[in-house]
Structure formats: structure tokens, C-alpha cells
């Protein structure tokens, strides 16, 4: 059960990815993610829903638009793959089995919380990619992320029962945007307020899971941002003066957090004999 479960929601992904595509490109410049249909970028032909399978078209017409013989980016399926096989990894971490076998609130609230994960996963791919090549986190994904966190967790507790997780989820959503408010106050070269926006989000996802996860996510960015860094200096890819966008990093660490924090997190406490 496990095992179709990931695979299907895996393919679903594929399916997500193509949207995210046209998110990346629509939403950088204020445009409708619903319409118009999308269209080859050399030709203006609107692409029919054959040729739009996610992966699959791109393989079949080799790369190019059946109309003008454009071509079209590797981007596209890149995305796409990488989408569905980040929401089979997602599901993976998230499906319950045993509720999925034996139905009931808690089993509901768990299929609910996966949905929350697949949401933020999707966001993931979308604010990484916009970050990277426009240097922006775009409140029109960011700011809706809070209330679809804030609703599904909600729903997840009241199918469960227990508001525990839901309260530690507010808590570290508000202890992050505060104290990434202050490092951009007082440094404020050091990152944007986009970044600040965007930890809350992140927050509120780590602090469902729990602590060590908040942890981990919280510092894994900066570890891993700034091994990327001393790595472009040394390669002489980049200076000190340089822009780096700090957003998928955070993105990133998040991930980190919510797959193994809680691993990272014991192991460090054995390490120093504190378990």
C-alpha cells in the first residue's frame, strides 16, 4: 500500500511540476497562473493538452514545439521530474500505512498533514527557482502559505484531537520571523525581508513535526549557504560584493529539518554525551 502510494503521488507530482512551470514563469511577472493557456515562446501557438503531458511530451516531440520546431527548454521535464520525485520522497517520509488500512481521525489527520508537506513541497520548488534567477520571493506564494499551513494544521489537530503540535507550530513560526527580523535590522545586507516572510512559513512547518527539527531547519541554511559560498570564492565564481539568494538555502535547510532533524538532532546530543 505504501509503495503505490508513493508511486502514485509521485506521478501526481509529475503533473504539479508542469504547473510549477508555469508558475515560475507567470507569477515573476504578474500574470495569471490560469490563463491564457500556455503557449509555445516562439511561436504564440496555444499547446495542445497531448503535447502537455508532463515529461513524457517533451520526450515524444524531442525537445521541440510540434508547430514552429522551437525548441523547448530541458528545464521544463527537469522540473517536472524533480517534482514528482521530491512528492514520492515527501510521501514517503508522511504516508501512515496503518491509517490508510484502518480508517479513522487519526488516520485522517495524518493524510491531512501529508497534504500540508505536498503544498509546501510544491512552493519549495516554485520560490527556489523564482529566488535563483530573480533574486525575489513573491508575497502571491508566500503570503497564502500561511493560511494554507495555518488551516490544514488546524484541521489536523481537530481530526487527532491533541492542538499540542499545532501551538509549537505558532510558536517557532513566531520565534523565526522575529529573529530573522533582527539579523536583517541589524544586517541588513545579510538577506531581505523576503527571507524574513519566508522563515515563518518554514517555522510553522518545522515546528509541527517538533523541536529538533526546528533546530536543525533553522541552522542547516546557514551551514549549507555558507559552505556554498566559500566554495564560489575559492573558484573565484563569485566575491564578496556578490549576491547569492539566501531563499533556497533556507528552503533547503528546511527539508533538512523535516527529513532528518530529528536524526541530526539525536546523534549531536550523543556526540556530546548529553543521551
Known amino acids: 500500500m505504501a509503495s503505490f502510494a508513493i508511486v502514485a503521488i509521485g506521478i501526481f507530482g509529475l503533473f504539479i511540476g508542469s504547473f510549477l512551470n508555469v508558475v515560475v514563469y507567470r507569477v515573476p511577472l504578474k500574470k495569471s497562473v490560469v490563463s491564457p493557456p500556455s503557449a509555445c515562446p516562439h511561436c504564440d501557438k496555444h499547446i495542445a493538452w497531448y503535447d502537455n503531458l508532463p ?21 521544463y521535464p527537469l522540473i517536472e521530474l524533480g ?23 487519526v488516520g485522517a489527520a495524518s493524510l491531512v498533514v501529508l497534504v500540508a508537506f505536498l503544498y509546501l513541497g510544491a512552493i519549495s520548488v516554485a520560490l527556489s527557482i523564482i529566488d535563483l534567477e530573480t533574486f ?7 503570503y497564502p502559505a500561511y ?14 484531537g491533541d492542538f499540542g503540535p499545532l501551538l509549537r507550530a505558532v510558536i517557532a513560526a513566531a520565534v523565526l520571523f522575529v529573529a530573522y527580523f533582527a539579523l536583517v535590522f541589524f544586517y541588513p545586507k545579510g538577506m531581505g525581508f523576503g527571507d524574513v516572510k519566508l522563515v515563518g512559513v518554514l517555522g510553522l512547518f518545522l515546528g509541527w ?13 546557514f551551514v549549507g549557504g555558507g559552505v556554498f559560498a566559500i566554495i564560489l570564492l575559492i573558484l573565484s565564481r ?14 533547503a535547510g ?5 527529513f532528518v532533524g530529528n536524526i541530526v538532532s539525536h546523534w549531536y546530543l550523543e556526540l556530546v554525551g548529553l543521551v
Open 209 to 221: 513535526l517538533g523541536w529538533p527539527e526546528v533546530i536543525v531547519g533553522s541552522f542547516a541554511p
Open 55 to 75: 515529461l513524457f511530451s517533451w520526450l515524444i516531440l524531442r525537445g521541440k514545439c510540434r508547430n514552429c520546431g522551437g525548441p523547448i527548454s530541458v528545464r
Open 83 to 105: 517534482t514528482g520525485l521530491f512528492f514520492a520522497a515527501i510521501t514517503a517520509r508522511f504516508f501512515d500505512e496503518d491509517a490508510a488500512f484502518h480508517p479513522s481521525l
Open 238 to 251: 563569485a566575491g564578496r560584493k556578490s549576491r547569492i539568494p539566501f531563499g533556497p538555502w533556507l528552503l
Open 136 to 142: 525575489t520571493l513573491p508575497n502571491r506564494i508566500v
Open 254 to 258: 528546511a527539508w533538512v529539518g523535516i
Open 147 to 160: 493560511i494554507v499551513g495555518l488551516v490544514l494544521f488546524f484541521a489536523a489537530s481537530i481530526l487527532s
